[in-house]
T-cell receptor, first 113, second 114 residues
Framework: AQSVAQPEDQVNVAEGNPLTVKCTYS??????LFWYVQYPNRGLQFLLK??????LVKGSYGFEAEFNKSQTSFHLKKPSALVSDSALYFC???????????FGTGTQLKVEL | DAGVTQSPTHLIKTRGQQVTLRCSPK?????VSWYQQALGQGPQFIFQ???????QRGNFPDRFSGHQFPNYSSELNVNALLLGDSALYLC?????????????FGPGTRLTVL
C-alpha cells in the first residue's frame, strides 16, 4: 500500500534560518507528491507538487521541494524562514488509479524570532 | 474567483442523528473529493465524485454517503452518527480526476458529535 511518512512531529527554526520539513514515501512505481500547509482552524493550502521532470520543484510563498528517487524522499525547504510560516505541514502522495491523496501525519513548524 | 466553499462552518449533533455537509467547488472544477481529518491526524479520503457518480471510495462505512449535483456542488451525508465521527470534514475540488490534478481544499466543516 502506498504511504508517506513525516518523521518529525515538530520542527523549530529561528526566523531567517533555512528550514527543512522531511517526507519519505513508499509506493510502487512513480509517485506524484504534494505538499500542503494548514493554518489553525483552516483548510489545507496547496504549496507545490512533483509530477515528473526537474527534481527541484518551486512552489508558493518561497517554498521548494526536492524529489530524491534513490532515497524515496520529498523534503520541503525554504531558504529563509518567516514567523508567518509557522503552521502544520502535510506531505501527500498519489499513486495511480485516480487522484486520491494519502497524507502523512503532519509536521508542526514553529518559527521563532 | 471564489475558491472552494463549505457550509456550515460548525455543527453540533448527538449520537444517532444524521448530518448533511455541503460543498461548492472552485470555478471550472468538476471533481469533488471529501476527506475526514480527526484531531491531530492527517486527512483521510472518504470518496470522490465526478459526473455525478461516486468514482472512488476510501475505507469508510456505508453510513457515509454523498451526492454530486449537475452544477458540480456536492453533499456529504453521515447517518447514525457516532462519537468517533467528530472531525473536520474537508472538501476538495480539482479540474479533473486524473492523478496529476491538484486538489484545492475548502475551509472545512467542524462536526462535533455529543
Amino acid at each position: 500500500a502506498q504511504s508517506v511518512a513525516q518523521p518529525e512531529d515538530q520542527v523549530n527554526v529561528a526566523e531567517g534560518n533555512p528550514l527543512t520539513v522531511k517526507c519519505t514515501y513508499s509506493v510502487s512505481g512513480n509517485p506524484y507528491l504534494f505538499w500542503y500547509v494548514q493554518y489553525p482552524n483552516r483548510g489545507l493550502q496547496f504549496l507545490l507538487k512533483y509530477i515528473t521532470g526537474d527534481n527541484l520543484v518551486k512552489g508558493s510563498y518561497g517554498f521548494e521541494a526536492e524529489f530524491n528517487k534513490s532515497q524515496t524522499s520529498f523534503h520541503l525547504k525554504k531558504p529563509s524562514a518567516l514567523v508567518s510560516d509557522s503552521a502544520l505541514y502535510f506531505c501527500a502522495v498519489i499513486m495511480g488509479g485516480g487522484n486520491k491523496l494519502t497524507f502523512g501525519t503532519g509536521t508542526q513548524l514553529k518559527v521563532e524570532l | 474567483d471564489a475558491g472552494v466553499t463549505q457550509s456550515p462552518t460548525h455543527l453540533i449533533k448527538t449520537r444517532g442523528q444524521q448530518v448533511t455537509l455541503r460543498c461548492s467547488p472552485k470555478s471550472g472544477h468538476d471533481t469533488v473529493s471529501w476527506y475526514q481529518q480527526a484531531l491531530g491526524q492527517g486527512p483521510q479520503f472518504i470518496f470522490q465524485y465526478y459526473e455525478e457518480e461516486e468514482r472512488q471510495r476510501g475505507n469508510f462505512p456505508d453510513r457515509f454517503s454523498g451526492h454530486q449535483f449537475p452544477n458540480y456542488s456536492s453533499e456529504l451525508n453521515v447517518n447514525a452518527l457516532l462519537l468517533g465521527d467528530s472531525a473536520l470534514y474537508l472538501c476538495a475540488s480539482s479540474p479533473g480526476r486524473w492523478d496529476t490534478d491538484t486538489q484545492y481544499f475548502g475551509p472545512g466543516t467542524r462536526l462535533t458529535v455529543l
